[in-house]
């Protein structure tokens, strides 16, 4: 049987009941991949045509846009079928760790905000953008956003208190510098496109803004200073507002970094402007976006919000990288 690769045009005589991943590193397929186990996201592949086995299910469920995509590393070829590969000149390999590490810092940002600092003992590699799983203890675990970028000595989170949240109470109550943390990652395809030469959008919800800083400055050291970042910060309220200091900081090293701070509920400080994200969005852009990226990360409500309306503005699914944050009663 059949496997068509799309956009390489390349075709493969593959055996049935052959892992996919397997198949395109055996070929030497470009193609991204990190935990090889089905949770960090990054070997997704469009199901272009033809069925697979899906981690023993035998449909996969389309996106809210209709297009199917299955993850290479858990999909059994049963017949022949085309996939996309997405951006085969934007692959990233950061085989998937556990590493220990001790925090060394806890910083209030806000009244509901931390900022996390913690000390591998192994250095982790992660694109700018991703995210790791950390655990504090036994059934203590949530996903957070790096902040820094992977040559830094230190791993950065910013944690948000989740009321009802185990997970948050414990960080925000119990957790003392010195303690152990055991982290795992890096996971998330919503990380820096380094080739990409256009301008770029980051929407940012709350603590959201931890993996947009993470692609400014990863943006900042591949050099990319040349090509426009617009970045909008959206809170609940001025008492959410946070990194603004970064934020400048980041602006003095890119002359082409904009930062928009966006409030819902009022009052708003000076410079500052009131309304939904999408509004400032709307505004700012009423045209076509063709040839911009954009990078939303935040609550789902917002990071669809935003999805919806710069895929109404030119930009192809393929052009936007998502990282939702769920809340969790962890």
């Not at 000149?89 to 760790?97: L, N, Q, T, W």
């Not at 090293?253 to 509920?265: D, G, K």
């Amino acid at each position: 049987m059949d496997l068509h690769i799309h956009p390489l045009a390349r075709t493969l005589e593959v055996r049935p009941g052959a892992n996919l991943l397997e198949v395109l590193r055996e070929h030497h397929v470009p193609v991204s991949y990190s935990c090889m186990a089905g949770r960090c996201g990054t070997c997704r592949c469009k199901l272009v045509s033809g069925q697979v086995l899906d981690a023993g299910q035998d449909a996969i469920r389309p996106d809210s846009q209709g297009e199917r995509y299955v993850l290479a590393c858990q999909a059994t070829l049963t017949e022949s079928c085309a996939i996309e590969i997405p951006e085969p000149d934007e692959v990233v390999v950061h085989p998937a760790r556990v590493l220990k590490a001790t925090v060394t810092g806890i910083e209030t940002l806000t009244h509901d905000i931390r900022r996390l600092r913690l000390k591998p003992n192994k250095p982790l590699e992660f694109s700018p953008g991703q995210y790791a799983q950390l655990q504090f203890a036994p059934g203590l675990a949530r996903p957070y956003s790096m902040a820094g970028l992977g040559r830094d000595d230190e791993l950065e989170f910013h944690v948000r208190r989740v009321p009802g949240g185990r997970v948050t109470a414990h960080v925000f109550e119990q957790l003392r510098v010195g303690d152990a943390v055991r982290v795992s990652g890096p996971l998330g395809t919503a990380y820096l496109r380094t080739k990409h030469r256009g301008p770029m959008l980051c929407a940012a919800g709350g603590t959201g803004l931890a993996p947009i800083l993470s692609i400014v400055r990863g943006a900042i050291e591949a050099g990319l200073t040349q090509q426009s970042i617009h970045l909008y910060l959206g809170v609940r309220s001025g008492a959410d507002v946070y990194g603004l200091a970064e934020l400048r900081e980041l602006q003095a090293l890119h002359p082409r970094l904009t930062v928009q701070v966006v409030v819902v509920a009022g009052p708003a400080e000076a410079g500052q402007r009131l309304g939904l994200i999408t509004d400032a969005i709307r505004a700012d852009w009423p045209g076509s976006l063709e040839g911009w990226r954009a990078y939303l990360c935040g609550s789902p409500p917002m990071v669809e919000a935003v999805t919806q309306l710069v895929r109404g503005r030119g930009l192809a699914p393929e052009q936007i990288h998502a990282d939702a944050f769920y809340l969790q009663g962890t």
